[in-house]
Structures are given as structure tokens and as C-alpha cells.
């Protein structure tokens, strides 16, 4: 129980106002019966004596707890930073954001979160890490049970435990004592990146996450470009998508789980707004960076504007206390503008055809930012496009159906894609449709107008493991394309349609 209150007192220190810069080690001398105050009677005083036994507490905050060799205290904490005792504790070592070692003789526990253990000495409570391992030596000695929460166990042979032995989720590697650099020095500065020794990882993940925006940009020029005008033309109607996809989605989320059926759209819900996620951190990027590169006579590719605006980034991340500000804001505002835009997208989409006689006056211009490489013609160019939700749903009808046949073989688990590959190109071939497709009345088409070949099928259907390659932002591309086409349509050089009403694709 005591060990309890220490961890709880130490977690309380970490968000205490005085605990942001506090780097001093606080020493409690047990009190005298000079000192008691003369509403205190003696009596209290020297039974708290006595049951401290005459020691000390050492609280670090900030900084390492050391108790060295021959000295005594009545525990040992330390927050942000390691606790180690060499000498007598008769209650317990404990450290939060860091690891604790122990090699004297401890009364109680010796507890670390987000840290290691070592433990080579007598202790009479529990060596419990959370999100770290336990080392005990030849000269250790546990009383209690010896746990390690996602961690390893290690123990030498000469050791002796008392009690249990419990891993929870044993076997994977730790490394969280890499966390600790990043937590004092960006965490409880509120600000995602810092330059400082032990925080290379922290910088090799954010260029990564530039890289990734750049490549973006790179693929998917046109519809970066057009959330970014989305953006420059509709700023507040922008950032009120923002605010209401943040306030909605939690509550989606929950309307879902009560449907029950609904939770199987969850996933797939959870990964279009990662993906939503990162194609807005992008635009926001290549938004800031047009603004910057304005200054020039030469507007820069869409690229070079999400490199200039991720350098700004970065270096607004350095800010104390601004840095998480402008992280937050930039990922929700990019999230509010692509959904905005597919708003936008899908009541273009919803707006009534002109009339014949209108259309036999003015041929209809073509959509802004429509880009294919080979002009519609025959039913590519009349019939309505096929959206997201209609082809998940024809997808998802073809898998169960997939996954029934294989399920009456035996070992064919990880042919279910193959399989799945090779009815697909086959059912386009021969009727333009999966069964799936067929229930839901759509039909693959080439957008020049011919009829789907082999050839066709066959580079449509390997064309959709590179769709499914990075998180199935092929697939979910379909939202955000004027033509709503997926990757393999555009390498394929084919588009999904509605089948005309009363037409048998059987």
C-alpha cells in the first residue's frame, strides 16, 4: 500500500506547476522533539520517529535519487530520472521515467514505470517494472513476487524469490528508456521536437512523416492542389469542417458500437481518417508553403511547396509550448479541409444533368480538375460513376465469398488474395463484373470504350495489390478522385460504372 502512495505522490509531482522546472533533491529529516510545535504533542512526535526509525526520504524531481553505500532513509523516489540505493531503505525505491536499481537491503518494493529493475540485494516486497524488464543478481533476495509488465526477466541462478514470478506480455523488446530524453525535454515543454542529445529517433520519425507528405504531393498533385484552393477560398467554412469532424467523430464512433452491425465499418472507418489524416497534414504543408513561396515570380511544383512548408513546421515543433499547439492545429485543420472538400466533390457530383435540347446548344464543359489519360468515350462517358461505399461494399461481398470457398480447403489461408486476384480478372473478362458487382449493379469499363481483354483484366487485378500496398489508400482514393477511380483503375486505364437500369450482367 505504501509503495502505492509513493508511485501515486510521484506521478502527482510530474504534473504539479512547481514540478516543470523543479531539478532539486528534497531531503526529510525525521522530526525532533526541538522542532515540534507547541500545539503538537511530544508524544506524536516521537512515535513518528520511531516509525520512520530515524531515516529520511529522498524525492528527486527532475533529476537521479541516490542513497549511497551506509547511509539509511525511508525511501527512495525519484521522478524523471532513475532511483538508486546502495544503502538501507526500510520502505521502498521507486522511479517513474526511469529505471531503479537496488544492491542494499529494502523493506518493502522496488517499482519502475516506463523503466528497468535490477535488483542485487535482499528486498522484502515486490521488484515490479511496468513497460520495462527485471534483472536480479546473484545476491538477490525477493520477498515478494518479482513482475515485469511488456519486458523481459532475466535472472541469475544464485537468486532467490519468495514469491511468484508473473510476465505480462513478456518477450517483446523495450526500449522505453528512450522515451525518457523525449518526455523532459519535449513532453513537459509541450512541444513535439528538441535538439538534445538522446532524441535522434524523435527527428528520424518526423523527417520520415515529410518524406511521406512529399511523396503525396508527388502522386497525388491534382488533389492536393485542389484542397489546398479549397482552402484559400473557403477558409472559415474550412475550419468549421474542422471543428465539427472533431467534435462528430468520437460520437459516429459511439453510434456505431450501439448498431452493432455497424462495428464492422469501424476499422475501415478508423483508416480513411488516418489516411485523411496524413493527405491533410500534407496540403496544410504545401498551403503554408505556397504562402511563403508566393514571394517569388515562379509559383513551386506542389512538392517543393509541402518541403518548404514541413521545414517551417519543423521548426514551430522547436517552440516550447507553441510546438504541440501548432502540431494539434495543423493535423485537424488538414483533416477539416479534405473532408470539406470531398463535400464539396460529392454535391458537385449530386447537381442535375443540363436538358438534351440545353446540352444539343452548348456541349457541357468538362469538370475542373478531371485528368485522365485517355478521353471517356461509349459507357465510360454516359453512365454514372460508381462511389466509395457501393464498391467496399461489392469488394466485401467478393471476399466473404472468397473466403467461403477456401474455408471448405484446407491450408489455403494465405492463397485468399491470389485466389481472390484471379476471380477477379477472370469476372471482368467475361462479365464485366464480379458477383459482388453484380449485386450491386456495377460493371468495369475501359474508358476508351472497348471491351475489358485479358490483358486489361489481368494489369487491373495487379494493379490492386499496389492499391493495398500503403494502408489501402488505393482503394480509398476512390473519395477523393473527381473520376473515382482507384490506383489500379488509373493503370488499367478503366473506371467503375452503375449498370443501367434493367440491364442483366448475368
Request: charged letters at 15%; one cysteine or more; proline letters at 5%.
Amino acid at each position: 500500500m505504501k509503495t502505492l502512495l509513493l508511485i501515486f505522490l510521484a506521478l502527482f509531482a510530474v504534473t504539479a506547476p512547481a514540478a516543470e522546472h523543479a531539478k532539486t533533491e528534497i531531503k526529510i529529516e525525521a522530526s525532533t522533539s526541538d522542532d515540534t510545535p507547541a500545539s503538537e504533542p511530544p508524544e506524536a512526535d516521537d512515535a513518528a520517529a520511531t516509525e520512520h526509525d530515524g531515516g529520511n526520504d529522498v524525492v528527486s524531481v527532475g533529476h537521479d535519487a541516490n542513497l549511497p553505500a551506509g547511509e539509511k532513509a525511508n525511501s527512495v523516489v525519484a521522478v524523471l530520472g532513475s532511483a538508486t540505493s546502495a544503502g538501507e531503505v526500510s520502505d521502498a525505491v521507486v522511479s517513474v521515467l526511469g529505471n531503479t536499481r537496488v544492491t542494499g537491503p529494502v523493506g518493502d518494493s522496488a517499482v519502475a514505470v516506463l523503466g528497468n529493475v535490477y535488483v542485487d540485494g535482499s528486498i522484502g516486497g515486490d521488484a515490479v517494472a511496468v513497460l520495462g524488464s527485471v534483472e536480479l543478481g546473484p545476491h538477490a533476495v525477493v520477498g515478494g513476487n518479482v513482475v515485469s509488465v511488456i519486458g523481459h526477466l532475466k535472472r541469475d541462478p544464485a537468486a532467490i524469490i519468495h514469491g511468484n514470478v508473473e510476465n505480462v506480455l513478456g518477450g517483446m523488446d523495450t526500449h522505453f528508456e528512450q522515451l525518457h530524453p523525449w518526455i523532459k525535454q519535449c513532453l513537459m515543454l509541450g512541444r513535439p521536437l528538441a535538439i538534445g542529445p538522446g532524441l535522434e529517433w524523435a527527428w528520424i520519425l518526423a523527417v520520415g512523416f515529410l518524406a511521406l507528405y512529399i511523396l503525396l504531393a508527388l502522386l497525388f498533385r491534382d488533389g492536393i492542389d485542389r484542397c489546398v484552393q479549397t482552402l484559400d477560398t473557403n477558409p472559415g467554412r474550412s475550419i468549421l469542417a474542422a471543428f465539427l469532424t472533431l467534435l462528430l467523430t468520437p460520437v459516429l464512433f459511439v453510434l456505431l458500437c450501439i448498431t452493432v452491425i455497424g462495428i464492422a465499418v469501424i476499422p475501415f472507418l478508423g483508416i480513411g481518417l488516418l489516411i485523411a489524416s496524413l493527405f491533410g497534414k500534407a496540403v496544410i504543408l504545401a498551403w503554408l508553403g505556397s504562402r511563403v513561396a508566393k514571394l517569388s515570380s515562379n509559383p513551386p511544383h506542389t512538392a517543393v511547396a509541402v518541403l518548404i512548408g514541413g521545414v517551417i513546421a519543423l521548426a514551430l515543433y522547436l517552440v516550447p509550448f507553441l510546438g504541440f499547439i501548432v502540431y494539434k492545429a495543423l493535423g485537424i485543420l488538414g483533416l477539416g479541409v479534405v473532408v470539406y472538400t470531398l463535400i464539396l466533390g460529392a454535391q458537385r457530383n449530386r447537381a442535375p444533368a443540363p436538358s438534351a435540347a440545353a446540352a444539343a446548344v452548348e456541349p457541357e464543359a468538362p469538370k475542373e480538375g478531371l485528368q485522365t489519360p485517355i478521353e471517356p468515350a461509349g459507357e465510360a462517358a454516359s453512365a454514372p460513376r460508381a462511389g466509395f461505399w457501393i464498391r467496399m461494399g461489392a469488394l466485401f461481398l467478393d471476399i466473404v465469398l472468397i473466403g467461403i470457398i477456401l474455408a471448405l480447403f484446407h491450408n489455403t489461408g494465405k492463397l485468399e488474395f491470389l485466389v481472390l486476384a484471379a476471380y477477379g480478372a477472370i469476372m471482368w473478362k467475361i462479365k464485366g463484373a464480379t458477383i459482388g458487382g453484380i449485386i450491386c449493379g456495377l460493371k468495369v469499363v475501359r474508358l476508351d470504350g472497348r471491351a475489358v481483354d485479358w490483358p486489361t483484366a489481368i494489369v487491373r487485378a495487379l494493379g490492386c495489390f499496389l492499391s493495398l500496398a500503403i494502408a489501402g489508400l488505393g482503394f480509398f482514393w476512390i473519395a477523393f478522385d473527381d473520376g473515382k477511380q482507384a490506383w489500379h483503375d488509373k493503370i488499367a486505364g478503366t473506371a467503375v460504372v452503375r449498370a443501367p437500369t434493367g440491364t442483366s450482367l448475368v
